[in-house]
């Protein structure tokens, strides 16, 4: 048996899902009439609070079309030095939005709104503004981190005494709500834009939804059309989207239980990097006698497989097609790998 730790978008829609699928009500969305599509993102713009939503083929055209609506072309956005926007998305922020990006150190969930504060750039003589904050929720790169709410709603002033937008990067916020327990809307309510993804942790296929304000989500439907997002009958895919909300969030806690499990029998090894909170167990390789694509290599001669984030780092992620046994036969390789 070969069991897949790489990523939460690896799963397999479900029975239930693929007959939902199969039976969802469609039309034409390009002109506004897949009544499924619609009533998607009814429903995450109600969870989260907030006026619209928008559905996306990908968390990173959600994004992308989040960020233009917040920061003009030439003007700047502040994230985490290892955000998603600007890690994984290929520079689409300046290849196609036009937007200049600032980091602060990579904090995951531990960031400092003071710090952020400090890094605004107002307007003034041929300076690059800055327009809109962004901040991961949960944080990829930085394990599953959750920031705290108290956190987000001290960043959340730091945003409103400067005049700037916050955009939440939100592929994983249904994690951050079942580790914390904070209701989505509660999120929602401090960001002017979100996005969130239903294909990593979810099981759906695909699909991810842009969510703002009412006016932003109607210039969102053009943005995502330039970039070449509109979509047909895609009512088949929102339909596994709306299952994957219904039937799968709840479950989410079991994914974190897994990843709790395998991150302590890793532990005697202190390879851990950071502390473990949802459902990504990140190894930190630096003082291992092996580096990622050796542990990498050595798992998948065993059955495993592992995602390398680079030369000495390597992420384990737990989701809906990982069972007891798959986690069992993980536990025995990957320590027995790192046990040397």
């Known amino acids: 048996m070969v069991v897949d730790l790489r990523s939460d978008t690896v799963t397999r829609p479900s029975a239930g899902m693929r007959a939902a699928m199969a039976e969802a009500e469609v039309g034409d969305d390009v002109y506004g009439e897949d009544p499924t599509v619609a009533a998607l993102e009814a429903e995450v713009a109600a969870l989260l609070g907030h006026e619209a939503a928008l559905f996306a083929p990908s968390g990173s055209m959600a994004n992308q079309i989040a960020l233009q609506l917040l920061v003009p072309r030439g003007e700047e956005l502040l994230c985490d030095a290892d955000a998603h926007v600007v890690t994984y998305e290929i520079g689409a922020a300046a290849a196609i939005g036009g937007i200049s990006t600032r980091t602060w150190p990579a904090a995951g969930g531990q960031l400092d709104p003071d710090v952020v504060a400090g890094m605004v750039r107002p307007d003034g003589y041929f300076a690059v503004p800055t327009r809109a904050i962004a901040v991961e929720q949960t944080h990829n790169r930085a394990g599953g981190g959750v920031i705290p709410l108290s956190t987000l709603r001290e960043l959340r ?184």
Request: hydrophobic share 45%; proline share 3%; charged share 20%.
């Open 157 to 340: 002033r730091v945003a409103d005494a400067a005049g700037v937008g916050l955009h939440c990067d939100g592929a994983r916020i249904w994690h951050a709500h079942v580790a914390d327990g904070v209701p989505l809307g509660e999120y929602g309510q401090l960001f002017d834009t979100l996005s969130v993804c239903l294909s990593k942790g979810l099981g759906a296929p695909v699909g991810s939804l842009v969510v703002g304000s009412a006016d932003r989500i109607e210039r969102a439907r053009w943005i995502r059309k330039r970039m070449g997002g509109g979509m047909r009958q895609a009512g088949v895919l929102a339909a596994a989207g709306r299952y994957a909300l219904r039937e799968h969030i709840g479950r989410l806690a079991d994914d974190h239980e897994r990843a709790a499990r395998l991150a302590e029998a890793l532990a005697p090894s202190g390879l851990l990097g950071y502390p473990v909170r949802t459902n990504i167990v990140p190894l930190d390789l630096t003082k291992a006698a092996l580096d990622a694509h050796a542990l990498a290599a050595a798992a998948r001669e065993r059955g495993v497989l592992v995602s390398v984030l680079g030369p000495r780092t390597v992420r384990l992620v737990t989701h809906l097609d990982l069972d007891d046994a798959g986690l069992d036969q993980a536990i025995e390789v990957l320590t027995g790998i790192v046990s040397g």
